[in-house]
Protein backbone atom coordinates (compact mmCIF):
# COMPACT_ATOMS: atom_id res chain seq x y z
CA UNK A 1 0.00 0.00 0.00
CA UNK A 2 1.06 3.94 -0.27
CA UNK A 3 3.23 4.69 2.57
CA UNK A 4 4.08 8.09 3.93
CA UNK A 5 6.64 9.37 6.02
CA UNK A 6 6.98 12.44 8.07
CA UNK A 7 10.27 13.43 10.08
CA UNK A 8 10.55 14.46 12.64
CA UNK A 9 8.14 12.81 14.51
CA UNK A 10 8.93 14.62 17.75
CA UNK A 11 10.06 17.86 18.64
CA UNK A 12 10.81 20.11 21.36
CA UNK A 13 11.80 23.18 21.13
CA UNK A 14 11.85 26.98 22.19
CA UNK A 15 9.56 29.84 22.22
CA UNK A 16 10.31 31.89 19.00
CA UNK A 17 12.59 29.42 17.12
CA UNK A 18 10.80 27.98 14.14
CA UNK A 19 10.26 24.39 13.29
CA UNK A 20 9.86 22.26 9.66
CA UNK A 21 8.25 19.20 9.32
CA UNK A 22 8.83 17.41 6.64
CA UNK A 23 5.89 15.14 4.59
CA UNK A 24 7.20 12.49 1.86
CA UNK A 25 5.22 10.28 -0.32
CA UNK A 26 7.48 6.88 -0.23
CA UNK A 27 6.60 4.68 -3.28
CA UNK A 28 3.34 6.93 -5.00
CA UNK A 29 3.78 11.28 -6.72
CA UNK A 30 0.65 12.98 -4.82
CA UNK A 31 0.00 16.00 -6.78
CA UNK A 32 -2.29 16.83 -3.21
CA UNK A 33 -1.00 16.68 0.48
CA UNK A 34 -2.90 17.87 3.06
CA UNK A 35 -1.74 19.30 6.92
CA UNK A 36 -3.98 18.74 9.68
CA UNK A 37 -3.55 19.54 13.50
CA UNK A 38 -4.83 17.70 15.78
CA UNK A 39 -5.58 18.15 19.51
CA UNK A 40 -5.66 15.67 22.22
CA UNK A 41 -9.19 13.73 21.94
CA UNK A 42 -9.98 16.17 19.16
CA UNK A 43 -10.58 15.25 15.03
CA UNK A 44 -8.37 16.42 12.62
CA UNK A 45 -8.33 19.99 11.85
CA UNK A 46 -7.46 20.86 8.10
CA UNK A 47 -5.11 23.57 8.02
CA UNK A 48 -3.80 23.98 4.60
CA UNK A 49 -3.82 21.98 0.99
CA UNK A 50 -0.86 21.93 -0.69
CA UNK A 51 -0.88 21.10 -3.92
CA UNK A 52 2.74 20.72 -6.38
CA UNK A 53 4.18 23.32 -7.63
CA UNK A 54 1.65 25.75 -7.00
CA UNK A 55 0.54 27.85 -3.64
CA UNK A 56 -1.07 26.13 -0.53
CA UNK A 57 -4.85 27.05 0.17
CA UNK A 58 -5.20 27.99 3.70
CA UNK A 59 -8.37 27.22 5.97
CA UNK A 60 -10.04 29.68 7.55
CA UNK A 61 -8.47 31.07 10.21
CA UNK A 62 -4.77 29.88 10.23
CA UNK A 63 -1.81 31.82 9.07
CA UNK A 64 -0.13 31.94 6.55
CA UNK A 65 2.56 33.62 7.66
CA UNK A 66 2.99 31.71 10.59
CA UNK A 67 2.63 28.20 8.52
CA UNK A 68 4.80 28.21 5.80
CA UNK A 69 3.90 25.27 3.48
CA UNK A 70 5.97 23.76 0.36
CA UNK A 71 5.37 21.66 -2.17
CA UNK A 72 8.31 21.42 -4.35
CA UNK A 73 7.89 18.13 -5.72
CA UNK A 74 5.59 15.31 -6.34
CA UNK A 75 6.71 13.20 -3.05
CA UNK A 76 7.62 16.20 -0.61
CA UNK A 77 5.80 18.88 1.44
CA UNK A 78 7.25 20.68 4.33
CA UNK A 79 5.21 22.61 6.95
CA UNK A 80 7.39 25.20 8.88
CA UNK A 81 5.93 26.87 12.22
CA UNK A 82 7.92 30.15 12.42
CA UNK A 83 8.20 31.91 15.75
CA UNK A 84 6.69 28.97 17.47
CA UNK A 85 5.09 29.57 21.04
CA UNK A 86 3.58 27.53 23.81
CA UNK A 87 -0.20 27.50 21.86
CA UNK A 88 1.43 25.85 18.81
CA UNK A 89 2.18 22.67 20.45
CA UNK A 90 0.11 20.02 18.77
CA UNK A 91 0.30 17.05 16.74
CA UNK A 92 1.05 17.38 13.37
CA UNK A 93 -0.19 15.25 10.55
CA UNK A 94 0.55 15.14 6.99
CA UNK A 95 -1.80 12.97 4.11
CA UNK A 96 -1.03 12.49 0.93
CA UNK A 97 -3.84 11.86 -2.10
CA UNK A 98 -3.31 9.34 -4.59
CA UNK A 99 -4.42 10.48 -7.92
CA UNK A 100 -6.98 9.55 -10.11
CA UNK A 101 -9.94 8.59 -7.86
CA UNK A 102 -10.49 6.81 -5.74
CA UNK A 103 -8.55 10.40 -4.00
CA UNK A 104 -7.69 8.01 -1.15
CA UNK A 105 -5.75 9.83 1.49
CA UNK A 106 -2.80 8.37 3.34
CA UNK A 107 -1.80 9.81 6.54
CA UNK A 108 1.69 10.35 7.98
CA UNK A 109 2.76 8.96 11.16
CA UNK A 110 2.94 12.38 12.60
CA UNK A 111 4.79 14.51 14.04
CA UNK A 112 4.42 16.15 18.17
CA UNK A 113 5.68 19.75 18.33
CA UNK A 114 5.87 20.88 21.80
CA UNK A 115 6.91 24.34 22.78
CA UNK A 116 8.60 25.62 25.60
CA UNK B 1 -19.22 23.89 2.62
CA UNK B 2 -19.58 19.98 3.95
CA UNK B 3 -20.52 19.51 7.65
CA UNK B 4 -20.19 15.81 9.14
CA UNK B 5 -21.70 14.69 12.17
CA UNK B 6 -21.30 11.75 14.49
CA UNK B 7 -22.31 10.00 16.40
CA UNK B 8 -21.67 8.68 19.05
CA UNK B 9 -18.46 10.21 20.79
CA UNK B 10 -17.83 7.02 23.11
CA UNK B 11 -19.24 3.77 22.85
CA UNK B 12 -18.20 0.74 24.97
CA UNK B 13 -19.09 -2.97 24.11
CA UNK B 14 -18.29 -6.59 25.26
CA UNK B 15 -15.89 -8.53 23.25
CA UNK B 16 -17.58 -10.42 20.61
CA UNK B 17 -20.21 -7.51 20.74
CA UNK B 18 -21.19 -5.39 17.64
CA UNK B 19 -20.58 -2.15 17.35
CA UNK B 20 -22.07 0.72 14.74
CA UNK B 21 -20.72 4.36 14.12
CA UNK B 22 -22.90 6.43 12.29
CA UNK B 23 -22.32 9.54 10.07
CA UNK B 24 -24.50 12.42 8.21
CA UNK B 25 -23.14 14.87 5.63
CA UNK B 26 -25.18 17.74 4.36
CA UNK B 27 -23.46 18.42 0.95
CA UNK B 28 -25.22 16.25 -1.73
CA UNK B 29 -21.76 16.34 -4.20
CA UNK B 30 -19.99 14.51 -1.81
CA UNK B 31 -19.48 11.03 -3.55
CA UNK B 32 -16.83 8.93 -1.54
CA UNK B 33 -16.94 7.97 2.46
CA UNK B 34 -13.91 7.07 4.33
CA UNK B 35 -13.41 5.22 7.41
CA UNK B 36 -10.56 5.64 9.40
CA UNK B 37 -9.26 4.07 12.49
CA UNK B 38 -6.32 5.94 14.87
CA UNK B 39 -4.66 4.18 18.22
CA UNK B 40 -3.26 6.89 20.18
CA UNK B 41 -0.80 8.54 19.34
CA UNK B 42 -0.39 6.61 15.42
CA UNK B 43 -1.52 7.64 12.52
CA UNK B 44 -5.25 7.39 11.00
CA UNK B 45 -5.34 4.41 9.26
CA UNK B 46 -7.60 3.33 6.01
CA UNK B 47 -10.16 0.57 7.20
CA UNK B 48 -12.54 0.59 4.92
CA UNK B 49 -14.50 3.35 2.09
CA UNK B 50 -16.77 3.24 0.08
CA UNK B 51 -18.41 5.70 -3.18
CA UNK B 52 -21.75 6.87 -3.97
CA UNK B 53 -22.58 4.24 -5.75
CA UNK B 54 -22.53 1.56 -4.34
CA UNK B 55 -24.96 1.13 -1.06
CA UNK B 56 -22.74 -1.44 1.27
CA UNK B 57 -19.57 -2.79 0.92
CA UNK B 58 -18.13 -5.10 3.17
CA UNK B 59 -14.57 -6.61 4.64
CA UNK B 60 -15.07 -9.40 6.78
CA UNK B 61 -15.77 -7.99 10.06
CA UNK B 62 -15.85 -4.54 8.97
CA UNK B 63 -19.07 -3.15 6.71
CA UNK B 64 -20.10 0.40 5.63
CA UNK B 65 -23.44 1.12 4.60
CA UNK B 66 -24.25 4.37 2.54
CA UNK B 67 -27.85 6.10 2.44
CA UNK B 68 -27.66 9.02 -0.38
CA UNK B 69 -31.13 9.87 -0.03
CA UNK B 70 -30.91 10.69 3.80
CA UNK B 71 -27.10 11.49 4.02
CA UNK B 72 -26.05 9.34 5.76
CA UNK B 73 -23.50 6.49 6.59
CA UNK B 74 -22.51 3.87 9.17
CA UNK B 75 -19.41 1.74 9.95
CA UNK B 76 -20.21 -1.81 11.38
CA UNK B 77 -17.95 -3.76 13.06
CA UNK B 78 -18.78 -7.07 13.99
CA UNK B 79 -17.22 -9.64 16.73
CA UNK B 80 -15.82 -6.72 18.11
CA UNK B 81 -11.63 -7.95 19.59
CA UNK B 82 -10.36 -5.81 22.37
CA UNK B 83 -7.65 -4.52 19.45
CA UNK B 84 -10.43 -2.79 17.46
CA UNK B 85 -10.60 -0.27 20.69
CA UNK B 86 -9.34 2.98 18.77
CA UNK B 87 -10.94 6.27 17.84
CA UNK B 88 -12.95 5.82 14.41
CA UNK B 89 -13.67 8.88 12.23
CA UNK B 90 -15.40 9.16 9.24
CA UNK B 91 -14.93 11.66 6.36
CA UNK B 92 -17.16 12.94 3.04
CA UNK B 93 -15.19 14.08 0.62
CA UNK B 94 -16.72 15.48 -2.84
CA UNK B 95 -15.59 14.89 -6.19
CA UNK B 96 -15.44 18.83 -6.79
CA UNK B 97 -12.73 19.76 -3.90
CA UNK B 98 -10.65 16.50 -3.38
CA UNK B 99 -10.99 18.37 0.26
CA UNK B 100 -12.38 15.80 2.77
CA UNK B 101 -14.52 16.89 6.22
CA UNK B 102 -14.05 14.86 9.23
CA UNK B 103 -16.52 13.58 11.57
CA UNK B 104 -15.54 14.41 15.34
CA UNK B 105 -14.44 10.84 15.84
CA UNK B 106 -16.17 7.62 17.97
CA UNK B 107 -14.06 6.35 20.70
CA UNK B 108 -14.55 2.58 21.01
CA UNK B 109 -13.64 0.77 23.87
CA UNK B 110 -13.95 -3.30 23.74
CA UNK B 111 -13.59 -5.07 26.94
CA UNK B 112 -12.24 -8.26 27.14
Known amino acids: GAVVSQHPSWVICKSGTSVKIECRSLDFQATTMFWYRQFPKQSLMLMAT?????????EQGVEKDKFLINHASLTLSTLTVTSAHPEDSSFYIC????????????FGPGTRLTVL | GENVEQHPSTLSVQEGDSAVIKCTYSDSASNYFPWYKQELGKRPQLIIDIRSNVGEKKDQRIAVTLNKTAKHFSLHITETQPEDSAVYFC???????????FGRGTSLIVHP
Open chain 1, 50 to 58: SNEGSKATY
Open chain 2, 91 to 101: AAISGGSYIPT
Open chain 1, 95 to 106: SARISPPPDTQY
